[in-house]
T-cell receptor, first 117, second 112 residues
C-alpha cells in the first residue's frame, strides 16, 4: 500500500469553482511533487517542493496554485480550471536529499481524478 | 532531445514468453535508475531499482549499461498479471537531484 495519501480520490468541478487537492506523507521525505497525467501519457511534472520551498515550477498556469504547509503536507489549489485540465493528478514524495550520498526514489499516491465540466 | 527515450510498444506476448524492454537516457551524469509499473487507472508503483551490476527479483531482471546509456528490463515466464505499462525513470545527480525523468512508458499485454 502506498504511504502517500491523496484526497479526494475523485473530484468534479465547474469552471468557476475553487477546490483543493490534498496530499500527505509520513515517510520523512523532504521533497514533494505534483504531477498531471493524461490517458496513455507518462506523468508530467508540475511542481516540486524541496524542504518546504518551491524549487521547480514547470511553467504551470496560475489557475493551479501549490502550497506546502509543512514537510508532510502538500496541497494543490484549483481555480477557474478548463475542461482540458481534466486528468489524474498524482502527488509523490522522495527523500529529497540535499547531499546525494545515496539513491533518491520517488513514491506516488493513488492520485486524484479531476473532471472539469 | 528527450532525457529518456522508451519504445511505447505495444508488446503483445503469449503467457510464458520472455519479453525485454529497453530505455535510453541522455544525461551521462544520471545517478539512479528505476522501472515502475502502472496499471490502468492506477498510480505508478516502483517495480525495481536498477544497479550497475544488474539485479534480479524473481522473474524480473534489470540491467544498466552506463557506457551505452541504456537500461533494460527482462520479464521471464510472462503472466497475465504482468499486463501493464512499464515506465523507465532516471534521476540525475547534483542540484537537479529532485528531478525525475520519465520515459513514455511501454505497454505490455500478456495473452492467454
Amino acid at each position: 500500500d502506498t504511504e502517500v495519501t491523496q484526497t479526494p480520490k475523485h473530484l468534479v468541478m465547474g469552471m468557476t469553482n475553487k477546490k483543493s487537492l490534498k496530499c500527505e506523507q509520513h515517510m520523512g521525505h523532504r521533497a514533494m511533487y505534483w504531477y498531471k497525467q493524461k490517458a496513455k501519457k507518462p506523468p508530467e511534472l508540475m511542481f516540486v517542493y524541496s524542504y518546504e520551498k518551491l524549487s521547480i515550477n514547470e511553467s504551470v498556469p496560475s489557475r493551479f496554485s501549490p502550497e506546502c504547509p509543512n514537510s508532510s503536507l502538500l496541497n494543490l489549489h484549483l481555480h477557474a480550471l478548463q475542461p482540458e485540465d481534466s486528468a489524474l493528478y498524482l502527488c509523490a514524495s522522495s527523500q529529497g536529499l540535499l547531499r546525494r550520498t545515496s539513491g533518491n526514489t520517488i513514491y506516488f499516491g493513488e492520485g486524484s481524478w479531476l473532471t472539469v465540466v | 532531445r528527450k532525457e529518456v527515450e522508451q519504445d511505447p510498444g505495444p508488446f503483445n506476448v503469449p503467457e510464458g514468453a520472455t519479453v525485454a524492454f529497453n530505455c535510453t537516457y541522455s544525461n551521462s551524469a544520471s545517478q539512479s535508475f528505476f522501472w515502475y509499473r502502472q496499471d490502468c487507472r492506477k498510480e505508478p508503483k516502483l517495480l525495481m531499482s536498477v544497479y550497475s551490476s544488474g539485479n534480479e527479483d524473481g522473474r524480473f531482471t534489470a540491467q544498466l549499461n552506463r557506457a551505452s546509456q541504456y537500461i533494460s528490463l527482462l520479464i521471464r515466464d510472462s503472466k497475465l498479471s504482468d499486463s501493464a505499462t512499464y515506465l523507465c525513470v532516471v534521476n540525475p545527480r547534483g542540484e537537479t537531484g529532485n528531478q525525475f525523468y520519465f520515459g513514455t512508458g511501454t505497454s505490455l499485454t500478456v495473452i492467454p
